[in-house]
């Protein structure tokens, strides 16, 4: 698909729904489609919704090997309830024991240097051997989780990992998110209710309090325009 296509398609789909929007990326994309799902809420609607419309779909996590036991749970839960046969992808021994042996456990919080190396080792490599047989990725990212996604398309190509990106909820709010769960009994992370709108690393990773930007729990030493890991531009 090149990017007049993904024009087209951007136009003709925007009003459309996120099922829609799947619907035609699981026909257009087949077994080159991949989702990612980081097991947040977001991700839970967009695998239940798509493993309602081809059972077989393809979906991967990557196991940085801090998540959160709570993360873990609701993975083996949404195993159960859809059926799903994830794709996981761990970091790679060898880049984590060199960091581990240099810098210790907890070197992300000693700079944003470090911190994205963390995050390079433990996310960005294993999302480029996961998106390397795709023609296609999913993800629940919307335009209101942060100041850097406001614009988001609901297709766009991605120079960054040379595919095309889809993102079926990009126009829902936190409220659409949570009504389609409540409606379809969707399983959720327990976090959720616990001041975490968005979930990532353990330690990387703090419950928020009323009012704060959502996205304030994520790396909450940096500032909001630098919480971005790699996985996405925006
Ligand atoms: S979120 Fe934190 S622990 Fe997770 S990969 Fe990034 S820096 Fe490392």
Redesign the pocket.
Known sequence: MNKEQIKQIKNEYKDKSPQEILKFAISEFGDHLKIASSLGVEDQVITQMATQINASVKVFVLD???LHQETYDVLDQTRQAYSVNYEVYF?KAESVESLLQEKGPN??YQSIE??????????IEPLKRALSTAKAWVTGLRQSQSVTRAALPIIEWDEAHGLVKVNPLATWSEEDVWAYVKEHNVPTNRLHKQGFPSI??????RAIKEGEDVRAG??WWESLDQKE?GLHSK
């Open positions: 940085t090997g801090r970091p070197s992300f470090n911190r994205k190396e963390c995050c390079g080792i433990r996310k990532g690393c353990s330690p990387c990773t994520r790396w890991c």
